[in-house]
Structures are given as C-alpha cells and as structure tokens.
C-alpha cells in the first residue's frame, strides 16, 4: 500500500525559506519519478515539480524556478522541496505524488 507522509510546512514571512519532506513507503521509491504538488485556496492542483528516479534530472513549473529545489534520498525513501525566496502566492496546501497518490498535504503559508 502507498504510503506518502508529508512534512515541514507552516507559516513563514515572504521572502523566507522553508524545507519540505516527504516520507514514502509500501512501494520501491527508487524505481519511480516523483513529484510535488500544490492547492492555493479556492484554486486547483498545481504541479510544481519533478524528480527522476535517480535524481539527475529535475523539472520545475516557471513560476518557482530559480527558488524551489527538489531532491531524494533512494536510501531513505524520502523526498525534499528546499522553498527559498517565498513569496504570498506559494501558499498552499503540498502534496508529495506518485502517479495518481499523493498524501494529506501540509500547509505552507507565506504572510507578514
């Protein structure tokens, strides 16, 4: 069963960082591309970004290029989004994806 626990949001000013993670199991992490995700209130999901299986290679939605970085650790099952530079309209609800799963979110809000 896919399990994927995300992890880290919370409420940061603009221009602030933050360190997503997520936590996968109940599938071999290492044998597939990744994903985040995202909600912004009253809006639909949006892809932010991806990850190939061995985390050469990385594709990002324009609006976060050059501030948000994903990468994995296969060892450890894990996924990460570093979130430099937020901005207010970065909030949202992230999701971790696999495919067609992704978890119960967590929240990151960007406000002063």
């Known amino acids: 069963q896919v399990q994927l626990v995300e992890s880290g949001g919370g409420l940061v000013q603009p221009g602030g960082s933050l360190r997503l993670s997520c936590a996968a199991s109940?599938?071999?992490?290492?044998?597939?591309?990744m994903s985040w995700l995202r909600q912004a209130p009253g809006k639909g999901l949006e892809w932010v970004s991806t990850?190939?299986?061995?985390?050469?290679?990385?594709g990002y939605t324009d609006s976060v290029k050059g501030r948000f970085t994903i990468s994995r650790d296969n060892a450890k099952n894990m996924l990460y989004l570093q979130m430099n530079t937020l901005k207010p309209e970065d909030t949202a609800v992230y999701y971790c994806?696999?495919?067609?799963?992704r978890g119960q979110g967590t929240q990151v809000t960007v406000s002063s």
């Open positions: 109940g599938f071999p992490f290492s044998s597939y591309e």
């Open positions: 990850i190939n299986r061995d985390g050469i290679s990385q």
């Open positions: 994806a696999k495919e067609a799963n």
